[in-house]
C-alpha cells in the first residue's frame, strides 16, 4: 500500500504518465506476489527434503541385513535427495533474484529507496543460509554413504569368505 502511494507522489515530480504508473504499480505488486510464492515453494521444499531424507534413514537403519545390495544402494538415496533439494533452491534463489532485479528497476525509475535498493548483504541471508545447509546436507549424506556402505561392503565380503571356507560336516 505504501509502494503505492509512493510511486503515486514520485511519478509526479518525475512526470510519469498515469498508463506507466499504472503498469508499474500491477509489475511490481504481481512480481511481489510470485517472491512470496517463491518464498513458500523454498519452505514447502526444505520440508519435504529434510522428511524424506530423515524418512530413508529411518528405513535403512532399522531394515535387517536381509536386503543386501538393495541396502548398499539406500544409502545413496539421501545424496541424491539432498543433491535435487540443493539444486531446486539455487532454482529458487536464481528466479527470486531476477524478481528482486526488476522490482529494483522499477523503483529506482520512480525514484523510491525501498527493500530492493538496500545492500545485498541485508536482504536475503535466509536465501544464502539455506543453500549453504543443502550444500553440507549433500556432502553429509555422501559420507555417510560412503562409510556405511564400506561397512556393508566388508561385511558381506566376510559374510561370503565365511560361507565358503566353512568346511560341510
Request: charged share 15%.
Amino acid at each position: 500500500m505504501t509502494l503505492a502511494v509512493n510511486v503515486h507522489l514520485d511519478s509526479a515530480r518525475l512526470g510519469l504518465n498515469d498508463p506507466r504508473r499504472a503498469y508499474l504499480i500491477q509489475e511490481v505488486a504481481g512480481l511481489r506476489t510470485e517472491i512470496v510464492g517463491h518464498q513458500t515453494a523454498r519452505y514447502q521444499n526444505d520440508r519435504t527434503g529434510l522428511v524424506a531424507m530423515m524418512a530413508i534413514y529411518a528405513w535403512l537403519l532399522t531394515s535387517g541385513e536381509d536386503l543386501g545390495l538393495l541396502l548398499a544402494l539406500g544409502w545413496w538415496l539421501p545424496v541424491l535427495v539432498a543433491g535435487v533439494v540443493y539444486l531446486r533452491q539455487e532454482t529458487i534463489a536464481a528466479a527470486v533474484g531476477r524478481a528482486a532485479s526488476y522490482i529494483s528497476c522499477a523503483e529506482r525509475l520512480q525514484g523510491i529507496h525501498a527493500w530492493e535498493n538496500r545492500p545485498q548483504a541485508t536482504k536475503r541471508p535466509i536465501t544464502e543460509l539455506s543453500k549453504r545447509v543443502w550444500g553440507a546436507l549433500t556432502a553429509l549424506s555422501f559420507i555417510v554413504a560412503f562409510i556405511f556402505t564400506a561397512v556393508l561392503r566388508n561385511d558381506l565380503r566376510t559374510a561370503v569368505l565365511c560361507a565358503c571356507t566353512e568346511q560341510p560336516t
